[in-house]
């Protein structure tokens, strides 16, 4: 299993690669987003590429869930429910989920979504 940094190390690499960024700006509190300027196509490329730098399979909608942001259910007026931040708290463990239920505008749904969230992920997931 490896270590925390050989993880983060191995994502920095996949984020370089994925996103076209520089090693200096992929820290654990980077938003994939925001921060490093991902969209939507990038998520299956990165994980894509996660799959094969970690020899891992990553099933559709595990590291980052699908269609929470349209399902009404879960979303009313822009604003994730309360039902629907447990459903984010049960389907992402490894993400900080609370600052996101302090201002839960569906539009910042993709902050949750940040470097050391993915890192907290593989380790889970290599621990199996």
Known sequence: ??????VFNKVRETLVDALGVDDDEVTPEATL???LGAESIDFLDIIFRLEKNFNIKIP???LFPENLATDESLVKDGLVTAEGIEKLRASMPHADVSKFAANPK????QELFTVGMIVKFLEKKLSA
């Open 1 to 6: 299993m490896p270590t925390s940094d050989e």
């Open 33 to 35: 987003v925001g921060d």
């Open 60 to 62: 559709r909608g595990e």
């Open 106 to 109: 569906v539009e910042n749904i």
